[in-house]
T-cell receptor, first 111, second 114 residues
């Protein structure tokens, strides 16, 4: 089982609040990713990182930001949550052998 | 346009039966193809990864095939169990960038009935 963790697992928050979704992995992987997934739909890449101090935006336009100060930690922040941000957010990391490991996800509901 | 299409969208089978899920892709260039199992409310878990030179790979009751010429893959599940109920996602990676970009299908929702 992969050692990649996400907190919180579930979050219900009001519009306009600032939130940070946490993601950490203990496998020493350089590459980490954030995906957004709506029910019955494919995963969309919103941010990725090659390593410490390296972050890039993905394919799906997102109002979130990320940081990578430590190899094991890749938090995602929404400065002002809106109902359109309601979704499942999945964090992942990749080993050198192509294998991508996913965290359990955070299900976010913005009311 | 690089795409990954999966069929059927959903499938219901009885426990103990076999089933086959399909994946067609247009991703080019091609690096590898993965099948993931995603339980409801959880993150995807890898079942198999196949590179260009591999045309079949097994993981217990799961067997994946790859035809890189026709750009098709299938996932065969043998002797299904109730715990096989999940979404099965086909993911294709290109080699056109250092990131190894991943293209995700929408998944096939499998339900196994007792």
């Amino acid at each position: 089982e992969a050692d990649i963790y996400q907190t919180p697992r579930y979050l219900v928050i009001g519009t306009g609040k600032k939130i940070t979704l946490e993601c950490s992995q203990t496998m020493g992987h350089d590459k980490m990713y954030w995906y957004q997934q709506d029910p019955g739909m494919e995963l969309h890449l919103i941010h990725y990182s090659y390593g410490v101090n390296s972050t890039e935006k993905g394919d799906l336009s997102s109002e979130s930001t990320v940081s990578r100060i430590r190899t094991e930690h890749f938090p995602l922040t929404l400065e002002s949550a809106r109902p359109s941000h309601t979704s499942q957010y999945l964090c992942a990391s990749t080993s050198s052998s192509y294998e991508q490991y996913f965290g359990p996800g955070t299900r976010l509901t913005v009311t | 346009k690089n795409q990954v299409e999966q069929s059927p969208q959903s499938l219901i089978i009885l426990e103990g039966k076999n089933c086959t899920l399909q994946c067609n892709y247009t991703v080019s260039p091609f690096s590898n193809l993965r099948w993931y199992k995603q339980d409801t409310g959880r993150g995807p878990v890898s079942l198999t990864i196949m590179t260009f030179s591999e045309n079949t790979k097994s993981n217990g009751r799961y067997t994946a095939t790859l035809d890189a010429d026709t750009k098709q893959s299938s996932l065969h599940i043998t002797a299904s169990q109730l715990s096989d109920s999940a979404s099965y996602i086909c993911v294709v990676s290109d080699r056109g960038s250092t990131l190894g970009r991943l293209y995700f299908g929408r998944g096939t929702q499998l339900t196994v009935w007792p």
